[in-house]
């Protein structure tokens, strides 16, 4: 049975914002491929009701069933994306008539873009994103793609890049690192 709260509703709910106009229609196209390939793990039952579902679990499963075919970012974005696809369609489902697409600027809600001021200026810069340095003694050894470890009920962590031959000193290693990255508070 195909409910108003459906994977197939959600992605029908998607196509009519583009078709009136009410989303821009590349991103409610982005939207519709990221919850149709990521909602496509789900059985009959989960998706009859898209709206309750936990996302963070749920991309604990894509990521264990299908992450290897996507990059760590492509997992974010895909995620993003199907979050906004459902508060949206959450937020039609409770009151048509006061609906307004939440659209995202360059990955951020429209009430945190950038103000511009008199002279074309725009707010402070985005921090700058940490990227590992490569090692220079060759190759890096073949490695787990991603692997999800879920740490709240609300909060999955990432790890990418663990070597399938990791050692017991290298495990230590990492667990110091993320040991001394903990709050004391």
């Not at 195909?2 to 196209?29: E, P, V």
């Not at 697409?101 to 940490?130: I, L, S």
């Amino acid at each position: 049975m195909d409910g108003k709260k459906s994977r197939k509703s959600l992605l029908d709910f998607l196509d009519y914002l583009a078709k009136k106009g009410l989303m821009n229609k590349a991103t409610a196209n982005a939207r519709k491929a990221a919850a149709n390939n990521v909602l496509s793990i789900l059985d009959e039952n989960e998706a009859d009701d898209v709206t309750v579902v936990d996302i963070d679990q749920l991309f604990v499963r894509f990521a264990n069933l299908q992450g290897s075919k996507y990059k760590p970012e492509s997992l974010n974005v895909y995620k993003g994306r199907l979050k906004a696809a459902i508060v949206d369609f959450k937020n039609y489902q409770n009151n048509p008539m006061t609906f307004r697409p939440a659209v995202q600027f360059n990955g951020r809600k429209a009430a945190e873009r950038p103000k511009t001021g008199g002279q074309g200026e725009v707010g402070p810069p985005d921090p700058p994103v940490f990227r590992p340095v490569a090692s220079v003694s060759g190759p890096p050894p073949a490695s787990v793609s991603v692997l999800p470890i879920p740490i709240r009920p609300d909060l999955v962590v990432q790890i990418q890049g663990l070597p399938y031959d990791l050692t017991a000193a290298e495990a230590s290693k990492i667990a110091n690192v993320i040991r001394a990255m903990a709050s004391t508070e």
